[in-house]
């Protein structure tokens, strides 16, 4: 709905939901929400049609209706016009809803029982359209760095982040698995495509309940030929970059319903050693020892130096998979986005020779002749290659200083929770 007040005296049409009804007397209101907004249709005793007022009376909210009337300048109404309807069709009737959109905001557990209903929820609307043009951003970005998007199996026979975390599928006469993450795909898609990226569901079958775990995320995966991390991490920073703008240009929007994001500019990101973060942690006082891994509560503390974005980069590379490219022995080229405290991207360099590979494996107790699929493809000609996983659940939530994951989640799947 694109009613303003430059179309003052012009006759539209709009459709949308009644969100509010409201009888002065001979002034009667009906707000109307669309995804953008409301506008308001104002019925006026001898201005308005007699049958309108009947169709009034029946109205209830959420009701599914369409106005045709005239458009007229208003210095009090919403978006600063009103419309005087010459005609309403009302095209479905809603029951009353089993939760409060308008006023009360239920826990997140009634929200989400019945979240086709919540979604109409305005601070919905506005997260869940700015998701949308963050996707865009993240596409743009890496259509311009000459990536291709491919989509690659979900269901799958080996696992690539570690073996506990895979859901199991009975494919006809074998067991399979969701995909954790198209790791080996994308790596093996260097050795043609070069640049790819795919932007699609990963299933880790964790069994801790979190405010940032999920057990269906969507992830963005990026991998390159003849890229090492730190190329891929400056794709990262220019695509951080330009996703603070996207959320910058939604900044009124998110006003209105109260979001209020936590990043909306970014200038550089911090590329910081692990074994620096380890040195700030202990004299702030944490139990941190080298080879641990830093957690959200770390990872916040350490925004006192290096702002909302930075990058860990260099980890122990016993805490990275086996496919991570090592550095100085015992270190790795990897690297974690971390946004708002929230690791919401890791990465690295990745070993393209088969022997290396194989050796890695053997080092955690991985038998190379399960990837066997795998490491053939590493005979022919495999370059040089680095990427990235991305969560994008995560990301709007750290952008936006959401405080759980299932906020920047659609219909989110935990470990209570498959239904709706
Ligand atoms: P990793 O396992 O770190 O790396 O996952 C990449 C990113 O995905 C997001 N993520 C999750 N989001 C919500 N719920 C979860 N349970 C969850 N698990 C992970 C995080 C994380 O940073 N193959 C590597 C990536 C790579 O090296 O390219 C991988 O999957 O934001």
Redesign the pocket.
Known sequence: MDVTPALHGSEVVVAGWVWELRDIGKIKFIVLRDREGFIQITLKAGKTPENLFKIFVELGREDVIVVKGVVEASKIAKRGVEIFPSEIWVLNKAKPLPIDVWSETPDLATRLRWRSVDLKRPRNLAIFSLASAMLRTIRDVLYGEGFVEVFTPKIIVTS??GGAELFPVLYFERVAYLS????LY?EQLTASLERVFEIGP?Y?A?KHNTD????E?I?V???AAFMDYTDIMNILEKMTKNLAKTVASFSTKLNEVGVKPVVTEVRNVPRVDYDEAVDWLRRLGFAVNWGDDLTVEMQMALMKFYGPVYFLVNFPASL??F??KRRDGEKSE?Y??IING???????T?IHRRDELEEEMRKRGLDPRLFEAHLSVFDYGMPPHA?????????VTAMLGLDN?RHATLYPRDRYRVEP
């Open positions: 690539t982040e954790q993450s198209p790791q994308k990963a880790r964790e940032y775990h999920l057990n995320f992830s995966d990026a991998e990275r998979p496919y991570t990897s974690d986005l929230i690791e919401v991207a890791s990465g690295a990745r990427g990235f996983g991305l969560g994008f659940n995560r990301l994951v």
